[in-house]
């Protein structure tokens, strides 16, 4: 059996502001953008090249905006990211060379953290 890991919920204060955030800033896909009642809300994001989406909105989660940590996302180059991101207006940290990969992280306004891996050469 396979298992497939294709959709994360990330908890958000302002919808508008995480999609703005998300695609605007960070580059990411808008898949969908749907209210389905007034009780929900969905937003589904994809980053460049992956198989798993995020999704925010109304009415899918009861996670408390800001306090999802270690999103990880893997990349071909930490240097060229962090151009990227900064370019766009994101705060992110120096590149941080580490034995086991070149990580970028950075936080969305709402304080859910994530972090871009460069893979070491094997």
Request: include cysteine; hydrophobic fraction near 40%; aromatic fraction near 8%.
């Given at each position: 059996?396979?298992?497939?890991?294709?959709?994360?919920?990330?908890?958000?204060?302002?919808?508008?502001?995480?999609?703005?955030?998300?695609?605007?800033?960070?580059?990411?896909?808008?898949?969908?953008?749907?209210?389905?009642?007034?009780?929900?809300?969905?937003?589904?994001?994809?980053?460049?090249?992956?198989?798993?989406?995020?999704?925010?909105?109304?009415?899918?989660?009861?996670?408390?905006?800001?306090?999802?940590?270690?999103?990880?996302?893997?990349?071909?180059?930490?240097?060229?990211?962090?151009?990227?991101?900064?370019?766009?207006?994101?705060?992110?940290?120096?590149?941080?060379?580490q034995p086991w990969g070149r990580f970028v992280y950075?936080?969305?306004?709402?304080?859910?953290?994530?972090?871009?891996?460069?893979?070491?050469?094997?």
């Open positions: 059996m396979n298992w497939k890991l294709e959709l994360i919920i990330i908890p958000v204060t302002d919808i508008d502001r995480a999609k703005a955030f998300y695609v605007d800033q960070v580059g990411f896909n808008a898949d969908f953008d749907q209210t389905v009642s007034e009780e929900i809300r969905f937003v589904q994001l994809t980053p460049q090249g992956s198989a798993c989406s995020i999704a925010f909105g109304k009415g899918l989660t009861d996670a408390i905006p800001g306090s999802v940590r270690g999103m990880q996302i893997v990349i071909d180059d930490a240097d060229a990211a962090h151009h990227e991101l900064s370019g766009r207006g994101v705060e992110v940290s120096a590149v941080d060379d950075f936080a969305d306004p709402d304080g859910n953290k994530w972090s871009l891996q460069q893979l070491p050469k094997r």
